[in-house]
């Protein structure tokens, strides 16, 4: 039962450098999400998708992209990291779009950019 | 002014008591109201989950919305150690629409 997994745990960059972080859930939701989660903000909301093949933006899109690769699988790209993007970022997916579809989260991704 | 509003704590409290846990929100909109928690190094889980006034209990939680006040509460009765986490509010404004969340009270139950 592994729900969402995220890749990597940890990650530390340089400034302008890119990655992709990973996502990938086992449930057979339709919506996946990105947040990140930064102390005294809460979660924010990066990008969404509420089904395969449909991606929108959040309330921080800027600096990210994403793709959604199939059903499973919803990556988040930075490609040129700033320190500002220092967060910890978490994956979440849910049977359909929704305050009443509950969210399964991933325990997350910490990233560090120098 | 944030939309939702949280104390950010921390919360300490003995093994035993009960805990109240607050969101104050600005936005009489808000339908769907959700507390999730949060241990540390991992993501968090939905708890409680209810829909526009009133009380929904589930074993030692009771999730309690006043919107006239625009106020939600959780409480925990018989707190456990094992309760020790964050937890964050979250509300939306419709059954389509986006999540927004509080940022967080953590909370530390002392045996």
């Known amino acids: 039962n592994a729900g969402v997994t995220q890749t990597p745990k940890f990650q530390v960059l340089k400034t302008g450098q890119s990655m992709t972080l990973q996502c990938a859930q086992d449930?057979?939701?339709?919506?996946m999400y990105w947040y990140r989660q930064d102390p005294g903000m809460g979660l924010r909301l990066i990008y969404y998708?509420?089904?395969?093949?449909?991606?929108d933006k959040g309330e921080v899109p800027n600096g990210y992209n994403v793709s959604r690769l199939n059903k499973r699988e919803f990556s988040l790209r930075l490609e040129s990291a700033a320190p500002s993007q220092t967060s910890v970022y978490f994956c979440?997916?849910?049977?359909?779009?929704?305050?009443?579809?509950?969210?399964?989260f991933g325990d997350g991704t910490r990233l560090s950019i120098l | 002014q944030k939309e939702v509003e949280q104390d950010p704590g921390p919360l300490s409290v003995p093994e035993g008591a009960i805990v109240s846990l607050n969101c104050t929100y600005s936005?009489?909109?808000?339908?769907?109201f959700m507390w999730y928690r949060q241990y540390s190094r991992k993501g968090p889980e939905l708890l409680m989950y209810?829909?526009?006034?009133g009380n929904k209990e589930d074993g030692r939680f009771t999730a309690q919305v006043d919107k006239s006040s625009k106020y939600i509460s959780l409480f925990i009765r018989d707190s456990q150690p094992s309760d020790s986490a964050t937890y964050l509010c979250?509300?939306?404004?419709?059954?389509?629409?986006?999540?927004?969340f509080g940022s967080g009270t953590r909370l530390s139950i002392r045996p």
């Open positions: 209810t829909y526009s006034s």
């Open positions: 449930m057979n939701h339709n919506s």
């Open positions: 998708s509420a089904s395969e093949g449909t991606t």
């Open positions: 979250a509300m939306s404004y419709s059954s389509a629409s986006k999540i927004i």
């Open positions: 979440a997916s849910s049977a359909g779009q929704g305050a009443n579809q509950p969210q399964h």
């Open positions: 936005n009489s909109a808000f339908q769907y």
